[in-house]
């Protein structure tokens, strides 16, 4: 288990034409609490793994659109919200025979806003929204083989795919910027006459 902490710097907003003096902004923390397994199993041919935490999110940093007046807007970075981050993640890998491995991964996300300033909310930012670049969900598979095709030459072969769950680009989760789910897949195989050796052809 463990607790840690850490924050962002604050800062400044100016623009050189607003015609308004520099908004600063405070400093963001974030208290880290987590708690976790690790093991190796059946004489090292499996791993598994599982963590679980939770995140203090304050002071959120967020983009905020101000009204100055005359129908002009700036944009601007605020304190806007307090938030929280519950997750937990799973791996294994399982080595069935000699030189033949498999992988596979998960990842377990929910992130909400507890408290949201009222220019954040005027701007569009709502405590029902999702964090920036938050899939819900995640995971990865991989398989690896290697095979001695004589004396110290080797043929290696890869692949893995991996999955994302849709995830917002923006605060206020415009649909537009919205990223739907994907899948990426990727291969590789590597010949190696020597242990110094080696030559790979791969695609993504």
């Not at 059946?42 to 101000?66: C, E, K, P």
Request: aromatic letters at 12%.
């Amino acid at each position: 288990g463990s607790i840690s902490k850490g924050y962002k710097a604050g800062g400044f907003n100016s623009r050189a034409l607003s015609g308004n003096p520099p908004l600063s902004y405070n400093p963001e923390f974030l208290t880290a609490y987590e708690v976790g397994l690790k093991t190796s199993l059946f004489d090292r041919r499996m791993t598994f793994n599982v963590a679980g935490f939770y995140n203090d999110y304050r002071d959120i940093q967020l983009l905020s659109v101000v009204d100055l007046g005359g129908g002009n807007v700036e944009t601007t970075i605020q304190n806007a919200a307090e938030g929280r981050i519950i997750g937990a993640e799973v791996e294994m890998q399982v080595e069935p025979v000699e030189d033949l491995v498999f992988g596979v991964g998960m990842g377990f996300l929910d992130t909400k806003y507890n408290d949201v300033g009222a220019e954040a909310q005027a701007s569009g930012i709502l405590e029902s929204n999702r964090f920036i670049n938050a899939p819900a969900f995640t995971m990865n598979l991989t398989a690896d083989y290697r095979l001695e095709i004589a004396r110290e030459q080797t043929l290696t072969f890869h692949a893995d795919l991996n999955h994302k769950s849709s995830q917002f680009r923006d605060a206020i989760n415009t649909e537009a910027l919205r990223a739907d789910a994907y899948w990426i897949a990727n291969a590789r195989i590597a010949w190696a006459p020597n242990p110094t050796f080696e030559l790979a052809a791969f695609v993504t």
